[in-house]
């Protein structure tokens, strides 16, 4: 009789150990340490484990706490898997440092303009920020200062395709005035001429119409010079002050003839 005693109560204790326990069965997620130690093949180590891979969705997922499939076998009809208990809030993570700057020459970021940019008053940066133009292009623009048109970009050096590309992102004010230029004197439209102008006064001499002798050989005698004129004498018959007599006359009333190849001063 204590022989079959001894038998059967090692197999009394396996079956009282497998049964569930009283409460129901032990919820994966929510069950204390002690309680998953209750269960068999679960010792203290196994119980962390479990909890430690918290939360399950299925009994199977006891795979991940590191029980192996025939653990699992054994406890599947003992447990469950209810809600997962809910987590403590996580906190807030710090922002992001901003990464360091590599050593080394670093490009400044220039800020794009919010306008088109003008050709004869942007910076080197402003014009690097269209299309197709870079440094070195820049620097031609710059030095080729100051233009009246896009177009002029040609005489800097700057390609018909790449002034093409640009214009509608440029534009063109007036020329970029020096802060230490000296104020520039208006151009007077009418100078002084320096030149001395010599006035030339030409005496016109009004010559009285020649009159016509009233017969063929007279003289014309002028009263004022008391000279008197034969035909073919410049003079003859036209003085301001003059009359026709014959030569016998104007001999008697004391005249003289006027001197042959020589200019009566005319009257």
Known sequence: MTVLLLAVAPAVAA?????????GPVDLNTATQAQLEALPGVGPATAKKIIAARPYASV???????LSAKGIQKLTPLVTVGAAAPAAPAAPAAPAAPAAPKPGKTKA??????GPVDLNSGTQGQLESPPGVGPATAKKIIAGRPYKTVADLSRAGVSAKVIQQITPLVT?????????????????????STSKTTTRT????TQTPAQTPPSPGMVWA???????????????GKTKHG?????????????????????????
């Open 243 to 267: 009359s026709w007599m014959t030569e016998a006359d104007a001999l008697k009333a004391g005249y003289r003839e006027a001197k042959k190849g020589g200019k009566a001063k005319p009257q």
């Open 202 to 205: 030409t005496t016109t001499t």
């Open 109 to 114: 970021t220039t800020p794009t303009p919010s």
């Open 60 to 66: 199977q997922d006891l795979s991940k706490a590191g």
């Open 172 to 192: 063109v004010s007036g020329p970029m005035s020096s802060g230490n230029s000296a104020p520039v004197e208006p151009l007077n439209p009418n100078p002084p």
């Open 222 to 236: 002028n009263p004022d010079t008391k000279i008197f004129h034969r035909a073919g004498d410049p003079w003859y």
């Open 15 to 23: 079956s009282a150990k497998a049964a569930p326990p009283a409460g």
